[in-house]
């Protein structure tokens, strides 16, 4: 690859920042790298590592001179900092972020948007449940799907630049409309992880089940749901506080079809339980043909390197 930008700048240095910086670097997408965190002892783990070129103090100083910015913070904290930084974003830069949630990212960042400044939301589909500078790696975007969601009017090269950024670093690239995004996560990602802290919630509420039991029989499939539910607290509480007219859309859905199911078992309907369990596992099906897992008993994952 050759490259596509002068200077990134991450305001944020946790897991995707971090994949993101492996991944440019692998690839060869930029000439400087800059970023800086909220937490000291974040940009102190930083600079040890050499994650990016620069770590500075402020984002002030870590958006001057770059032609990319890329927000990689909490959605609660999206509107402040793009406040904070409007006034050093130089002319004809492109602004992005990584949130789970995009109509409340326009929301937050649009009114401090200075004029010339290309704002293009985006979400790679991607991640682990561990963050920190320390979490991430190249590999993390490989074959995973990222989207972004062009603002009305969004100039088409800024785009087409920041398409090309996105496959450098190994994603499959798509484009939607932000309210079209926001249901689609709230089906594949943002009630599934809903359900696992649920899950989670229940074993411990469960006085019955011991902690030991738990733990000791977890490959049962909550295993898995510890696994979802051990994600960023900070991250899924302001997912669901901003995305939630289509997270609670699909999470009604979700009910009707619970109680359907708890119907059937009690009337013992075996017919209905097996034609429903066929059908959801032809689904997992084509996700594993999708390439975007394996039936490897990990699941695939690539282990972190942090």
Not at 111 to 124: A, D, E
Not at 242 to 271: P, S, V, W
Request: glycine share 8%.
């Amino acid at each position: 690859m050759s490259v596509i930008y002068q200077r990134v700048a991450f305001i944020g240095l946790g897991l995707i920042a971090s994949s993101m910086a492996h991944a440019i670097r692998r690839s060869g997408l930029a000439v400087t790298t800059t970023g800086t965190a909220r937490s000291a002892d974040t940009r102190k783990v930083a600079r040890e590592i050499g994650l990016v070129d620069q770590v500075f103090d402020t984002a002030a100083e870590t958006v001057k001179g770059a032609d990319l910015v890329v927000l990689c913070v909490p959605m609660g904290a999206m509107g402040t900092v793009a406040e904070e930084i409007a006034p050093h974003l130089e002319p004809g830069a492109t602004l992005t972020d990584v949130g789970s949630v995009k109509q409340a990212v326009i929301d937050a960042v649009t009114p401090f948007l200075p004029q010339g400044v290309h704002f293009i939301p985006g979400h790679p589909l991607a991640g682990t449940e561990h963050s920190g500078p320390r979490a991430g790696f190249a590999e993390l975007f490989d074959n995973r799907w990222c989207i972004l969601t062009p603002p009305d009017g969004c100039d088409s090269q800024a785009l087409a630049r920041l398409s090309r950024f996105w496959r450098g670093m190994g994603a499959n690239l798509d484009v939607m409309d932000a309210p079209h995004h926001d249901l689609v996560l709230a089906v594949t990602s943002h009630t599934p992880h809903l359900i696992a802290y649920t899950m989670v919630g229940v074993a411990d509420d469960l006085r019955r089940v011991t902690d030991s039991e738990v733990i000791k029989y977890s490959a049962a499939g909550f295993r898995d749901f510890t696994r979802i539910a051990a994600s960023d607290p900070t991250m899924w509480r302001d997912v669901f506080l901003t995305n939630k007219d289509a997270t609670l859309e699909i999470l009604g859905r979700f009910t009707e079809e619970l109680f359907a199911l708890q119907r059937a078992i009690r009337q013992g309907d075996g017919d209905l339980l097996h034609a429903y369990f066929t059908r959801t596992r032809a689904i997992r099906r084509g996700i594993i043909e999708a390439g975007q897992d394996t039936d490897a008993p990990d699941f695939g994952r690539a282990k972190s390197k942090g």
